[in-house]
């Protein structure tokens, strides 16, 4: 099996070396489990001085669990979600928003992921209406999952309308921390300061083994949320191993310095690619991923030595994302093969 870095998903990673000698540190000995040991302290104390002391806390293991569980205590089963029709809420999570919360998805379609408060009206009406699942939550995803980013005004904007509504915003933020870099802002100006109520806060695609933080800026959502992780099948008995990374990557700036890195070697890539004739950049390149339309027949031949998705079989669009661990070495060598491939077309 190649071992090969590709362009596929910054899931597709290693772990960064600090966050695995943080989960070595914590090996040794015995800690209260399911939370109450000090590593697990620690950390959220650390995701508190990041975004605000009042904030609760509460560690998943995976991003589906921490919006699908986030969305769930902020509903009812007759409640309604709004987000965009590229949401991973909505594309990539098996209709588990669904089944765990029973609110229906209203999807809206975007030409960038973004929402707007214009974009969200059309699935504002209906309320107190028995026959209308009730709209309660919109979900935004910070940075969308087409590579686009919602300055804190647009944030602001987007949470100040639907607080009017008396509804909630909840942030699926799997790529945050890319966001926060490209925007040049701390996580509080685009998430507490904003008026977001409920963040799903990502690591997996930045250095982590696994583990996810849901963060509750409206805190009386939490008020029974142990009861919900517990239910969900997120509670970890061994909890220090994910505070423990959590932890490492809140150290030093850790996590500022991956996404910053994704971030520029995506810059890098697009900047290669782009003067590859025959290759077009289809999209802004803000964050860690590279949309661009490759020529269908000679897209398999990469896949096989870059492995890498095809976002669009109809536009032959294809999607790069580039990872902390992504070297200049891994671009140029593919750059190289790329170029290869077009001169032999």
């Known amino acids: 099996m190649s071992r090969k870095r590709g362009f596929a998903s910054d899931n597709n990673s290693g772990v960064h070396p600090s966050v695995l000698e943080a989960m070595t540190s914590v090996n040794e000995g015995h800690v209260v489990a399911y939370g109450d040991d000090p590593y697990t302290a620690a950390a959220i104390e650390k995701i508190r001085k990041e975004f605000g002391e009042e904030v609760e806390v509460f560690f998943v293991f995976t991003g589906t669990a921490a919006n699908v569980l986030g969305l769930k205590a902020a509903t009812e089963n007759w409640n309604s979600v709004i987000c965009a029709d590229t949401a991973h809420i909505h594309c990539d999570e098996c209709g588990a928003p669904e089944f765990f919360t029973g609110c229906k998805l209203l999807t809206v379609s975007t030409p960038d992921g973004k929402l707007t408060t214009e974009l969200i009206k059309k699935h504002l009406h209906g309320f107190d209406f028995e026959h209308h699942a009730q709209p309660k939550v ?26 009017s509504y008396s509804m909630l915003v909840h942030m699926d933020g799997a790529r945050i921390c890319n966001a926060a870099v490209a925007l040049g802002v701390p996580f509080r100006e685009i998430t507490a300061d904003a008026g977001v109520d409920i963040l799903s806060f990502g690591g997996t695609k930045n250095g982590l083994m696994y583990g996810e933080a849901i963060i509750f800026f409206n805190t009386p959502l939490s008020q029974n949320f142990k009861y919900v992780r517990k239910q969900g099948m997120q ?5 220090r ?16 310095r991956n996404a910053d890195h994704a971030n520029r070697m995506a810059r890098l890539l697009a900047n290669e690619v782009s003067a590859i004739p025959g290759i077009k950049i289809t999209r802004e390149v803000q964050i860690n991923g590279v949309f661009a339309i490759v020529p269908p027949e000679i897209i398999p031949g990469l896949q096989k030595e870059y492995f890498f998705y095809v976002w669009n079989p109809e536009t032959s669009e294809v999607r790069w994302m580039t990872s902390w661990d992504t070297t200049e070495d891994d671009i140029m060598g593919f750059v190289k093969l790329l170029r290869e491939r077009m001169a032999a077309k």
């Open 241 to 256: 191993f994910i505070g423990a990374q959590f932890d490492a990557m809140l150290t030093g700036r850790l996590w500022y």
């Open 138 to 163: 919109v979900s935004v995803t910070q940075a969308t999952e087409l590579g686009t980013i919602y300055t804190p005004s647009e944030l602001k904007e987007i949470c100040d309308f639907v607080h």
């Open 235 to 239: 509670l970890a008995s061994k909890m």
